[in-house]
């Protein structure tokens, strides 16, 4: 079993930074699939994007640039780096765990975190 506790969230400005960490708690979380996803206010469920065990990375095609994903196996962190927020990035953001490569099915992944949310304001 792996625990995901995220933390980082809060509010900021339109074009405004934030950085979200995501915490493992399980030995063998570094073999793992870390994704970010998030869930906007009445809509589903969408990925981020995702970093596997030896740092291949995938994005969103909204990401475009501004969102950077990076992870320390050492210390069971992955780090999710968001610059240039807008207003529509205003979501909670979760972060998973997957085995084997990533994607953007959420039902590829087997551990979430609760969740941390993120308001951009206009």
């Known amino acids: 079993q792996i625990q995901l506790v995220e933390s980082g969230g809060g509010l900021v400005q339109a074009g405004g930074s934030l950085r979200l960490s995501c915490a493992a708690d399980?030995?063998?979380?570094?073999?793992?699939?870390a994704g970010w996803f998030r869930r906007a206010a009445g809509k589903d469920r969408e990925f981020v994007g995702g970093?596997?065990?030896?740092?291949?990375?995938t994005y969103a095609d909204f990401v475009k640039g501004r969102f950077t994903i990076s992870r320390d196996n050492a210390k069971n962190t992955v780090t999710l780096q968001m610059n240039s927020l807008k207003p529509e990035d205003t979501a909670v953001y979760y972060c998973?765990?997957?085995?084997?490569?990533?994607?953007?099915?959420?039902?590829?992944?087997?551990?979430w975190g609760q969740g941390t949310k993120v308001t951009v304001s206009s």
């Open positions: 399980g030995r063998t979380f570094s073999s793992y699939c």
């Open positions: 970093i596997t065990w030896s740092g291949s990375i």
């Open positions: 998973a765990a997957a085995r084997g490569q990533c994607g953007s099915n959420t039902r590829m992944y087997e551990h």
